[in-house]
Every structure is written in structure tokens, then in C-alpha cells.
């Protein structure tokens, strides 16, 4: 699997709720905090418009699924402890942590929107806390994370490198290569802050905008206003939005959604993640419970149209990071070699070229490569072409 989400937000925000929601696995949820101390580490799902559709076929998927058409693409997806104020010192669980989150790609910072829950996620009653200083600590206290990664060894670092002419922007990568941070990323943030010459005399201040700025760049992140069924949720929500508007926000309801997923895995309804309404199979087998169940899930998409889960992870891929979708194939026959029609489809980060897509495939085919073509096109194309959205691409090398 190739791209990796993380939850993150302060406890009893909901983020077990959503990660049950898309992964459908059995985790713990409950309105005490510190619920989840272990990470949950689950396979959830983005949609893709199949392009088994503009071939008048049916694909059938190696990993994932396809529903009407709708490609469900497989993401990894982790679920971790509450973060409080002051983690950093330890408070709470601390934020050592989050290094379950190292190999995120995107974090989706999942917030209680009702206001019911306080910074320790001890509930207050709804409406009383603000769920905007959610949004201001929570940032800071991942900023913080990174900055303490660098801080703790930078003397040592900083000395080591000046002695062996070792780049800085190289000891950083090197110092942070678990969270994805590269020399180029590293030498960007220095250029940003350009914090001097020598980095023995590099301050505090001057290596945590370094660090946020790296942090931006590995774990960026998008907020899950959750818990969007409730009563004060609607008003938190606007005022959200004015108070962040430079924010990338989308609303949800993850009770709402496990809740049509357990019914739909039960065949009580059929009910496809994302879809703005389901249906009933057999209304005669539901009992009262059921039935009252569904009637307050149909009202709340009639209102909502969506309950917003599948969105958030569909968005922090394609809208947000601008990932695209590329099916490998071929131009005289679209199955592998068992005969599974479009077997896989590949997340790549935006701006990836035929030849990018080679080696994502295989090393040796992007070694070896020669050509590509786009199957669709039935037209060659070289390894500088960058790929759009939903291509399908076969890969020409000289790779035996
Ligand atoms: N109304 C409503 N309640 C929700 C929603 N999502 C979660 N909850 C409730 O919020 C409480 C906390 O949910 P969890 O999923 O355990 O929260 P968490 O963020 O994982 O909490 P920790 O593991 O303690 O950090 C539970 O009582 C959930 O039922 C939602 O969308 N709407
Ligand atoms: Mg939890």
C-alpha cells in the first residue's frame, strides 16, 4: 500500500469513531479519554472513477473493490492516542507517540464540532468549549514534535557536521529520514529562515520555524469537523470556517457513517461509502430499534447529503496533496496474466511522468524503461509526459 493517513486530534474528538467507520476493524471507542493508547492500524478506502467504464468492461481488482464504477483504492490508515496541550512536556500521554505517524503521508486532524468535550476531552455539555483553540494547539503541539526531534541533538549535530563538512540540510534529512523529510525539503526550510552561517550558533526559535516548515511539508493537514449530527455543531461549523478561512475543512459524522456501514455489513441496507442515501433491503426483518435507527440516518443525509467521511479521505488525496490515480494496462489487453481485468491502480503524488510511474510499478522498469503508452490514446508517449488523473499507462522497457 502507498499512501498512509493519520488521525490525530485531542481525546474523545472521534477519531476511533472515523478510523472504525472507514476500516470497518473492531477498535475501541468510548467518551473517556485516552481511550486508544496503542495505534490502530487499518486499510480504509479513496474513490476513483474506474476506468473500466470508458472500456465497457468490469474490472476486477487485486486490492480494493469496485462498486458501480466507483474504484475503492486501498489507503492505509492509523489511528492514535489523544494529544493534549503541553504533550510536549509530557503532559497526557505526551507526544512520543506520534511516531506510530512517521510514515503519513497526510494527517486528518479530527475535531469534536459539537464543543461538548474540553482541550482533555473530558465532557463539558454541549456547546461549552470552543473548538477553534482545538484548532490552535493541536498545530503546535505536531510543530513541536518535530522541533523536538531536532533540538534534543542539535549541539551534537550541528558540531558534527562544521567538523566533517557534512551539509546541514544532509544531518537534517538524516535526523528526520523516518518522517520523509529529503535534503531538498530540508535546504528549502533553511533557505526559508535562513537562520546563518554557522548552525552551532542556530537558536531555538530559528530550528522550530525550521521544523514547522518541515512538518508542513511531510505530515500537512487537513481538519475532519466532526460530529456534524449534533445540535451545536451547524453554528461551530460557520463560525469555524470565518475564523480559519485559509483552513481546508470538511464536515462529518462518523457515528453516522459506521453506523450505515454496520447496517449495509449486516444487509439491512445497501448503502455505498460516500453515496448521499441507501436503501432498505427488508423492512419487514428490522425491528423498532432498527427502524428508528434508519429513519434518523435517512434524515440526516436528507439534510446533510453526505455524512462526510468518505469525502474527508477522498479530499486529502485528490483535493488537498492533488495525488492522481494512474491503472496500469495494456493497449491490446487490458487483464494481467490470470485474466483480472485492471487488476491495480496507483496513488502518485502530482506531476508524476510515464517514467515515474515505471518505477513505481517496478524498479527495473524504470531502469530499463524505453517508452509508454497511453492506453486509452492507443498513443506513445515518452517518460517526461506527466500523467493525468485516471490514465491508463503501459509501460514499454527492456527489463527481462
Ligand atoms: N454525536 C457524535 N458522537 C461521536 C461521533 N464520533 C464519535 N463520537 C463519540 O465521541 C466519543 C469518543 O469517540 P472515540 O472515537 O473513542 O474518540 P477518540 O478521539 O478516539 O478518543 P481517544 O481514543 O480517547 O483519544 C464516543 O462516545 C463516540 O461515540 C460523531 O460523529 N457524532
Ligand atoms: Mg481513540
Known amino acids: 500500500m502507498s499512501f498512509t493517513i493519520g488521525l ?23 467518551s473517556y479519554p485516552f481511550t486508544t493508547i496503542k495505534p490502530n492500524v487499518g486499510t480504509g478506502y479513496v474513490r476513483v472513477e ?19 464504477h466507483t474504484r475503492f483504492v486501498p489507503v492505509e490508515i492509523i489511528d492514535v492516542a489523544g494529544l493534549v496541550p503541553g504533550a510536549h ?48 494547539f493541536l ?38 529520514s523516518a518522517m520523509k523529510v529529503t535534503e531538498f525539503i530540508a535546504n528549502n526550510a533553511i533557505l526559508d529562515v535562513n537562520p546563518g552561517e554557522d548552525p552551532e550558533k542556530w537558536t531555538y526559535d530559528a530550528i522550530k520555524k525550521i521544523a514547522t516548515i518541515l512538518r508542513k511539508n511531510t505530515k500537512p493537514l487537513i481538519i475532519a469537523l466532526n460530529k456534524a449530527d449534533t445540535s451545536t455543531a451547524k453554528d461551530n461549523i460557520a463560525k469555524l470556517k470565518k475564523e480559519f478561512p485559509d483552513t481546508f475543512f470538511v464536515a462529518c459524522s462518523a457515528e453516522m457513517e459506521l453506523a450505515l456501514r454496520e447496517a449495509a455489513k449486516k444487509e439491512m441496507i445497501s448503502y455505498v461509502p460516500g453515496d448521499s ?25 436528507d439534510e446533510n447529503k453526505i455524512t462526510g467521511v468518505q469525502q474527508v479521505l477522498d479530499s486529502a ?24 481485468v485492471l487488476p491495480d491502480c496507483f496513488l502518485m503524488p502530482p506531476n508524476s511522468n510515464a517514467k515515474d510511474f515505471a518505477y513505481a ?31 491508463v499507462v503501459e509501460i514499454i522497457s527492456a527489463a527481462k
Open 50 to 68: 474506474c476506468a473500466d467504464k470508458d472500456f465497457d468492461t468490469q474490472c476486477n481488482p487485486r486490492f480494493g473493490f469496485c462498486l458501480n
Open 361 to 391: 510499478l517496478h524498479t527495473d522498469f524504470g531502469k530499463h524503461f524505453l517508452y509508454a503508452m497511453d492506453v486509452r490514446e492507443k498513443r506513445r508517449i515518452s517518460g517526461e509526459q506527466e500523467l493525468k488523473h485516471r490514465d
Open 89 to 136: 512536556e509530557g503532559k497526557g500521554l505526551g507526544n512520543q507517540f506520534l511516531s506510530d505517524l512517521n510514515q503519513a503521508d497526510i494527517l486528518i486532524h479530527v475535531i469534536d464540532s459539537s464543543g461538548s468535550t474540553n482541550e482533555k476531552g473530558e465532557s463539558v455539555g454541549a456547546g461549552n468549549h470552543d473548538p477553534a483553540k482545538d484548532i490552535r
Open 139 to 176: 498545530e503546535n503541539e505536531i510543530d513541536l514534535w518535530y522541533t523536538s526531534i531536532l533540538w534534543r541533538n542539535w549541539g551534537k549535530l550541528a558540531r558534527s557536521a562544521n567538523m566533517t563538512k557534512k551539509k546541514i540540510e544532509e544531518a537534517i534529512a538524516d535526523q528526520l
Open 277 to 301: 442515501s441507501f436503501e432498505i433491503k427488508d423492512a419487514d426483518a428490522l425491528n423498532d430499534k432498527q427502524k428508528a435507527g434508519l429513519t434518523f440516518m435517512k434524515k440526516f443525509l
Open 8 to 30: 490525530v486530534g485531542k481525546p474523545s474528538a472521534g477519531k476511533s469513531t472515523f478510523f472504525k467507520a472507514a476500516t470497518l476493524a473492531e477498535v475501541a471507542i468510548a
Open 317 to 340: 488525496v485528490f483535493e488537498f496533496l492533488k495525488y492522481i490515480a494512474i491503472f496500469p494496462g495494456g493497449v491490446n489487453k487490458l487483464a494481467d496474466s490470470k485474466g483480472n
